[in-house]
C-alpha cells in the first residue's frame, strides 16, 4: 500500500500526536498497510522479496544454504506455484524453485513443514491434500512428504511418501447437544494433513517426526522403507479438534515434541516405542468452547534443558524446564502495550543459548530476550516487514522471513501477458514474502532506536479517540454497522467527480448504484480507506475482531488457491460448529469478537445474518472454491422450499408484504439458522439469512425494516428498546458473475445498493436519526481493480453530525482501514479496544465534526422502479456456461480471478484494464 510521503503519515496520525514519527526523519519510505499499522523504510536486514507466504525455513547442516517453504497463494513470478526458494548464504542471492505439481488449482498444497536430510542431500517438504489424500487421480500426489534431491543450491522432485488414510472415524458433520453424548461416527475417515516436519537419526537411520494436522495424530516416518507409525494425539471426541502443527526432536532422537495448535497443549512422545509419553498443557482456556492459547513454533536450548513454545494467542513464549517440568512465561508485549494481538510464532537462538527471538507476526517486529527467566521483559525489538512468519540463526547472522512484505500497491493495469505469459492483478497474487539477514552483533548498538521504530510502526504513542461534537458531548447511542461485499473504490466511487478516484476502472458507476453516490455526496466522502482482509475468510474476522488469528493467516490462501483447507472462518470449522461441540475454534483469535467485548460491558446488540449459519430449506451441502461464497450447510426440507417468480411472498417480506415475487428466479427459504459463536446465541434474527445470492437483499433489507419499525413505534411510545449495536449483512454486491438464472451483475449490486439507501432512509426518517451513526463497509475490496492498492474500499460513516460543506461534498482524505473504523464504533458506544491494532487506531473523528444538522437521506428507487433489480442472466450469454461452473454459494467460493474477468467484460466488453505507469511488478 504505497503512500509513503509525509503528508499522507502526517494525515494518517491526526490525533496521534506528531511524536507518534518523532526521530525517523531519515526514513525515507513511510508504507501504510491495510492492518493499520506503518512500515518505516529501509527495514533491518535489507529484505529481498520471495515468493507469496513463506512460513518455515531450514538451515542445510553444512551451513551454506538456508531453504523457505513459499506456501501462499503465488505470484505471478513464480507461475503462481508454490515454491522453496534457496538462499547461498555465502553469495545472499534467492534461487527460487516452483514446484510444477503445486499450480493453482492442483490437489495437494505445500504445508509448513520443511527439512534437510542429515546429509544435506535431501530435502523433504509436507505436501498435503484435502481434496484428493489418496492421490487416485492423475497427476495427484495425495497427503505425504515430497522429497528432493538436493545439491549446491539446487533442488529437483526426488519421490513422494504418501500417507495412508488414517483409520480413524470423521466426526460428525453436527455434533450432539449434550457434552456428555457421545457422538456418531461420522462418513469416512479423517485426512492425513502433513505439516511440520523434524528429521532425526534413530539406530543410525534417518527418520522424521511429522505433525498430521487434521488427524490429530503424528507420524514416525522411515523415508527409506516409507513406513509410517501413527501417534494418536486426539484431546477431544470431535477429530480434527487438537490440529497438531510443529515439531522437534531431541539430539539423542529419543523424545519428540509435537504442538497441538487447537489443544493449547504441548504431546511429548517416546519415539522409540512410538508412544505418547504426556501431554503438557500450557494456558488452556477455562471454558472448553473458548479460544486456546495455540502453541505453533517450537525450540530447545542449545543444552536441551529447556523447551520454548510460542503461544500465538496469548502474546508469550512457554518455557518448560524439561528436568523438572517446571513452566513460566515470557510476554512478547511491546513497551506500555495494554492489550494484547501480537501473534508471537517463531523461535530462534543464539549458539549459547543466551539471547532468544521471538517473531511477533501481528506487530511486525522481532522481540529480543537475553538470558530469559521468569518475568523476563524483552530488551527491545527489531522492525521487520509485514508478518514476520519464520526466523533461523547461524554464524553470526538472523534471518528473518516474512509473509505478506511490503503488501500490494495498486491492482490496475495488472492483468494480460507479460512476455507470453498471462497475468492477473487478484490481490493474493500480490502479495510477496521476504527474507532479511543482519549480524546480531550489530543489534546492540541499534536496539534502542529499534524499539522506538517499532513503537512508531505500531502507533503506539498518542491519543487516537477523541470525537470532539458539537455538541460537547457525545450523542451517540445506537451504532447500526453494515458489511457488504468484495468492491474497490474505484469500481463503485472512480466517477464521483470529487476524491481521489479513477473513471477508467469503474464498472458499477451512478446508473447502478445512485444510493452509493448520493450517501457520499451527502454524507463524505472516504477515498483512503482500505479494507483490512485480503478476501472474505479474512476479511470477516478483521470486520469483527479488528485483527484475524494466525490459523486465518496461515490457512486462506491455500483455501483460495486450491481448496485444500475447508472454509474455517465465520465460526464454522471444517464444515462443523465447534460452538455444538464443545472444542475452541482453531480460528478465533485470543483477543475476541467485537460482541464478545459489547457483552462483557453491558452494551446491548442484535446480529442479521453476520456469523450467523444459515440453512436453507432442502439445501444440499456445498463445496467449492471459496471465492464464490460462504459455504452452505445441508438444510432440511420445508413445507415451502423456496418461492417461485410470481408466487406470494412470506407475509413479512415483499413491497407491500406478501405480494407476489418480482424477481424472475426462484427464492430460498430459511430451515434454520444457527448462531456460531456462543454469545450470539439470543442475539440474531431467525428471519435474517447470511450469504446465499438467490435470497435478494431488498428481503434482507425488509425483515431488517420490520424489526426496525417496531422499535420506532415504542420509541415514539417513549421507550427505546432497540439494541445500542446493530450488525446488518448485506451481501449480494459480491454478485454471481454471468451464472444464469440469477441475478445480472449489475442487478446484484443495485440490489445491495438500494437496500443500503433504503436503510438509511428509514433511520434517518425516524427518531434514531438524532442518536444513532451508520458504519458502512466491505469485508474486502477483491473482486476488483484500484489505481490506489488492492486493498482500497468504499466505505461510509453516516450521522446527522457529518459535515456538510457548502455546495461540494466533503472529502476526507485521512487514511482509515477497518480497524479505524471498528474503533470509533467503540469509542462511541463507550467500550474500551479488543486488541493493540483498534487500540491505537485514529478514530474517523472528521466524520462527526458537523454542527448536527444533517437532514433525512432520501433512497433513489430508479433501478427497482426501472426493473434493473430484476434482470437475470440469461441461460447462453457472454460466459454463462463458465459462470455455470462457479459456486456462489457462499462468500468467496468461486475462483476469483475467473470472476473478476467475467465482471470486467460483463460492463466493459472487449475493453482492456487500463494500464497503471510503474504497478508493473519489478
Known sequence: MKKPLLGGVLILTLGLGLRVLQGFSEKNGRLVLSSSKLLLEPVPGNPQSTNSFPTAMALSPDGRYLALLNDGYGTFESDYKQSIAVLNIATNKLADFPDARLERHAHQTYFYGLAFSADGKKLYASMSSMT????????????????????????????????????????????????????????????????????????????????????????????????????????????????????????DGNTGYVSLWNASRIAEVDLGNGKLKRMIELHAPAQAEKAGSHPTALLLSPDETRLYVALANTDEVAVIERTSGNVFYLSTKLPEQRYGGNFPIALAITADGNRLFVANASSDAVAVFDNPRSNSKPRGFIPTEWYPTALAVHDGQLFIATGKGKGTGPNKGLAGKVDGKERTGYIATLLHGSLARLPIADIDSHLASWTDEVMASNLMRGNSDQIAFATGRNPIRHVIYIIKENRTYDQILGDLGVGDGDPSLVMYGEEITPNEHKLARQFGVLDNFYDSGEVSGDGHVWSNAAITSDYTEQTWEIDYRSKERTYDYEGVVDDRYPIQEHVPDVDEPGTGYLWGNLARHGVTYRHYGEYISTKFCNQRQTQAMPQEGTPLPQGASCPINSIKPGDPLPDHLGQPHG??????????????????????????????????????????????????????????????????????????????????????????????????????????????????????????????????????????????????????????????????????????????????????????????SGKGDQPPFVADTRNRDNGLLYKMNPPKGSDAKQSAQLDFSRADAADAGVLNAILWRDRMGNRPVPKTPGAEFK
Request: charge should be negative.
Open 132 to 251: 484428493d489424500p489418496a492421490g487416485r487421480d492423475a497427476g495427484n500426489t495425495g497427503s505425504g512428504i515430497a522429497t528432493y534431491n538436493f545439491a549446491d543450491g539446487s533442488i529437483s522432485p526426488a519421490g513422494f511418501i504418501r500417507f495412508p488414510a488414517s483409520g480413524r472415524a470423521a466426526a460428525p458433520k453436527t455434533a450432539p447437544e449434550d457434552p456428555d453424548e457421545e457422538p456418531s461416527s461420522g462418513p469416512g475417515f479423517t485426512v492425513p494433513f502433513p505439516t511440520g516436519i523434524t528429521s532425526f537419526q534413530q539406530r543410525g537411520k534417518e527418520m522424521l517426526l511429522v505433525a498430521d494436522n487434521l488427524s490429530d495424530a503424528a507420524e514416525i516416518v522411515d523415508p527409506a522403507s516409507k513406513e509410517i507409525r501413527r501417534i494418536d494425539l486426539a484431546v477431544y471426541r470431535a477429530v480434527p479438534g487438537s490440529y497438531p502443527f510443529a515439531t522437534l526432536v531431541t539430539k
Open 659 to 848: 405480494s407476489k415475487s418480482p424477481w424472475p428466479w426462484e427464492i430460498p427459504m430459511i430451515s434454520e439458522n444457527v448462531a456460531t459463536k456462543p454469545e450470539l446465541e439470543g442475539h440474531f434474527d431467525p428471519r435474517f439469512p447470511d450469504f446465499n445470492l438467490h435470497f435478494p437483499d431488498q428481503l434482507r433489507a425488509d425483515e431488517f425494516l420490520n424489526e426496525f419499525s417496531q422499535f420506532v413505534v415504542k420509541r415514539t411510545a417513549g421507550r427505546d428498546t432497540m439494541p445500542q449495536f446493530t450488525l446488518l449483512r448485506l451481501p449480494n454486491d459480491h454478485t454471481s458473475a454471468a451464472r444464469p438464472g440469477i441475478a445480472t451483475p449489475a442487478a446484484a449490486i443495485a440490489d445491495n445498493d438500494l437496500a443500503l439507501g433504503r436503510v438509511v432512509d428509514a433511520v434517518s426518517h425516524s427518531p434514531y436519526w438524532h442518536d444513532t451513526a451508520i458504519f458502512v463497509l466491505e469485508d474486502d475490496a477483491q473482486n476488483g481493480a484500484d489505481h490506489v492498492d488492492a486493498h482500497r474500499s468504499i466505505a461510509w460513516a453516516i450521522s446527522r453530525f457529518s459535515p456538510r460543506p457548502n455546495r461540494t461534498a466533503f472529502v476526507d482524505h485521512t487514511f482509515y482501514t477497518t480497524v479505524n473504523m471498528l474503533h470509533t464504533i467503540e469509542t462511541l458506544l463507550g467500550v474500551p479496544p479488543m486488541n493493540n491494532n483498534d487500540s491505537h487506531a485514529a478514530v474517523m473523528a472528521p466524520m462527526f
